[in-house]
Antibody, heavy 126, light 112 residues
Framework: QVQLQQWGAGLLKPSETLSLTCEVYGGSFSGYYWSWIRQPPGKGLEWIGE???????NYNPSLKSRVTMSVDTSKSQFSLKLISVTAADTAVYYC????????????????????WGQGGLVTVSS | QSALTQPASVSGSPGQSITISCTGTSTDVGTYNLVSWYQQHPGKAPKLMIYEGSQRPSGVSNRFSGSKSGNTASLTISGLQAEDEADYYC????????????FGGGTKLTVL
């Protein structure tokens, strides 16, 4: 049974850096993309970006300048950093697994999320 | 990347069928069969209900089905049950030029 467990600071001040980590239990770490998605209170879902086991990333263009994702395959972990946060970054942040298909040595995201972490509220406030 | 368009709310009585629409463009929903649907109960993480347009993950009831016509994808729930009351989000591959996905704004389903 695949489980994703995420953690990170829940309260930040404006201009600080948001840092979250997600660890994967059960199942393979390779052969998938790993994604971050957020949901402001009372609002809809927003895709932040994704990374695969070899470090290939895709980011939401609206956040690309502030986002960095990384992966530690030895620990089955992946991480999110978002710099220069403001109140608009207040949201529940989720990590999720993204199935992939591989062809010719390259793996491509299949663009859906089959397992999710429990979510964590990050509040940005002075 | 522009958000996909969903109705804010839909409702139905137990046993009835409802359909939630998800309208995109010719560069996302219209071109790729990569629409997924998620159910979210209050305070919970979203749950995958449909992927790649019409595929159901193991364990998801066959009362849930997905389809597409042109730039609009649809989620149909038949035999509506009280536990189906939740928020539903569609999601689509955003296109080759800007890899990634885009979500719909969400639809609140009320079971009357």
């Amino acid at each position: 049974q695949v489980q994703l467990q995420q953690w990170g600071a829940g309260l930040l001040k404006p201009s600080e850096t948001l840092s979250l980590t997600c660890e994967v239990y059960g199942g393979s770490f390779s052969g998938y993309y790993w994604s971050w998605i957020r949901q402001p209170p009372g609002k809809g879902l927003e895709w932040i970006g994704e990374i695969n086991h070899s470090g290939r990333t895709n980011y939401n263009p609206s956040l690309k300048s502030r986002v960095t994702m990384s992966v530690d395959t030895s620990k089955s972990q992946f991480s999110l950093k978002l710099i220069s946060v403001t109140a608009a970054d207040t949201a529940v942040y989720y990590c999720a697994r993204v199935p992939a298909y591989c062809s010719g040595g390259t793996c491509y995201s299949r663009s859906y999320f089959d397992y999710w972490g429990q979510g964590g509220l990050v509040t940005v406030s002075s | 990347q522009s958000a996909l368009t969903q109705p804010a709310s839909v409702s139905g009585s137990p046993g009835q069928s409802i359909t939630i629409s998800c309208t995109g463009t010719s560069t996302d929903v219209g071109t790729y069969n990569l629409v997924s649907w998620y159910q979210q109960h209050p305070g919970k993480a979203p749950k995958l209900m449909i992927y790649e347009g019409s595929q159901r993950p193991s364990g998801v009831s066959n009362r849930f089905s997905g389809s597409k016509s042109g730039n609009t994808a649809s989620l149909t729930i038949s035999g509506l049950q009280a536990e189906d009351e939740a928020d539903y989000y569609c999601c689509s591959y955003a296109g080759f030029i800007t890899p990634g996905v885009v979500f719909g704004g969400g639809t609140k389903l009320t079971v009357l």
